[in-house]
């Protein structure tokens, strides 16, 4: 085995070390095997002056496209409704294994594309940067849904609105824990009651772990309440929150609503 190779195996089991990877609802009882996508998203953290614009150019004309061309598809750009942490952008980039995922910075900055078409953001100067920072996380897509959904308004890039929501659980067993609750049959009343989830994703590395994170979508704010209203109603939902298997396991929840940009893919 060439040194590559080792490294990224060895990456990709050390990242998965305790990972849960229950069997998977509507995929399993079909029969189908499905390989689990990859998830990273972004935070772009810019200053409470700057509109972002540079970083916006970037993204449209250079990185989707180069990420595009590798299989990250489809992409999503997104600025938040109401910060809670200061101005930032928010990017989310399936990647379809862990070595794509570990090959795609290497791939898309040999891209001479990527690289003309970005010059503007990628040689701008120490005085005057681009962002603050860049947070970023590694998620691994649920059993459950294993592979980024999009309704059709999403598809379709018609008036929508988003929720990113993060579980932060106390323990890495509850958190486990967690991610079983959804793959039971939580993702399936989600579906079910048009809260138009686009993806569920286990965190395997950044900020606030153990953590789990996934986004919901609806064509307005009103819509979307009124599916979580249904949701909170369900039945399936009502069992598997008095299991007591799933006890205490979020110890902190985060919502945010996202708002697509023009040139977002989702």
Known sequence: ??????????????????????????????????????????AYRLKPESDGAMLHRFLE???????????????????????????????LAPHPSMSAFVQSTAR??????FLADGA???????????FLRIDSWLLLAFSGMPKLRQPAYSKNR??????????????????VKKVEMFNAGE????????????????ALSGPSLPHLAYMLSAEDRDSHKKHFSAFGGHPTW??????????????????????????SQI
């Open 61 to 91: 004309k250079a990185a989707i496209p180069a990420w595009n061309r590798i299989g990250c598809n489809p992409v999503g750009v997104f600025t938040e409704m109401e910060p809670k942490d200061g101005p930032a952008v928010f990017v």
């Open 238 to 263: 009502k069992k598997l929150a008095a299991d007591p298997q799933y006890k205490d396991t979020v110890s902190k929840i985060t919502g945010r609503f996202l708002s697509p940009t023009a040139y």
């Open 158 to 175: 018609t008036t929508r609105i988003f929720e990113l929501r993060t579980y932060e659980s106390h323990s890495e067993s509850k958190a």
């Open 108 to 113: 898309i900055h040999a891209d001479k594309a």
């Open 1 to 42: 085995m060439n040194r590559r190779k080792f490294l990224q195996s060895s990456f990709t089991a050390s990242a998965l070390a305790g990972v849960s990877l229950p069997v998977s609802t509507r995929a399993a009882d079909a029969g189908e095997k499905i390989q689990q996508e990859l998830y990273e998203l972004r």
């Open 120 to 130: 503007e953001y990628l040689e701008v100067p120490k005085s005057s940067p681009a």
């Open 187 to 202: 993702i399936e009343v989600m579906q079910d009651v048009g809260l138009g989830p686009i993806f569920f994703g286990q």
